[in-house]
């Protein structure tokens, strides 16, 4: 793997852990050391994060690095985050995780409906057996349902739905806002 590209591999993967709830600490550190130690082509570099949507996420976790291990200064969105990432824990938290998926399926009703019926995407990962077999969906989403309520899972799920329903409004417009500034 080239050294730009495993850049671009630690911000993408740093954006995904952003996504679903946090991003540890780690991550930070491993992006400073990344940026003071590591020869590369930024522009070839650049080209890869404009051309997967990461540049102002890279933009601004590079920022939060540099203010945790250099001497870097604050801005708004770069405080929020910092907020957002400390207040997740090591590897995130279920209130991060559910405003962000709020967002990504545009309201508390369909983000619960893709929790309790999977979409076929999802349920081929799980279960390898539907692909290409749409018409096993039914009878792949009741099986998951039983492995929730006799192996484990029940607990873990209704946390995650309460928390669907008590996330406020400007909750959401604020992590909506964060995320809107760091392209994600």
Request: aromatic letters at 16%; proline letters at 2%.
């Amino acid at each position: 793997m080239s050294n730009e590209f495993f850049y671009f591999y630690h911000i993408a993967h740093m954006a995904k852990h952003f996504e679903i709830g946090g991003c540890g600490l780690r991550t930070f550190i491993d992006l400073q050391i990344l940026n003071d130690k590591m020869e590369y082509n930024q522009a070839e570099e650049k080209s890869l994060l404009d051309n997967s949507g990461l540049f102002k996420f890279e933009k601004y976790a590079k920022g939060l690095a540099n203010v945790w291990f250099s001497d870097g200064e604050y801005n708004e969105t770069v405080k929020f985050m910092e907020e957002y990432i400390l207040s997740a824990g090591a590897f995130g938290n279920v209130e991060n995780k559910v405003a962000v998926q709020q967002l990504k399926h545009g309201s508390k009703f369909k983000y619960a409906l893709k929790r309790v019926w999977l979409p076929y995407e999802r349920m081929m990962f799980y279960y390898p057996s539907v692909q290409n077999k749409k018409w096993l969906m039914p009878v792949f989403q009741i099986r998951r349902w039983f492995k929730l309520l006799f192996l484990g899972g029940v607990k873990r799920s209704v946390k995650e739905l309460k928390v669907n329903a008590s996330i406020t409004v400007s909750e959401s417009e604020i992590i909506k806002r964060m995320l809107d500034e760091l392209g994600l």
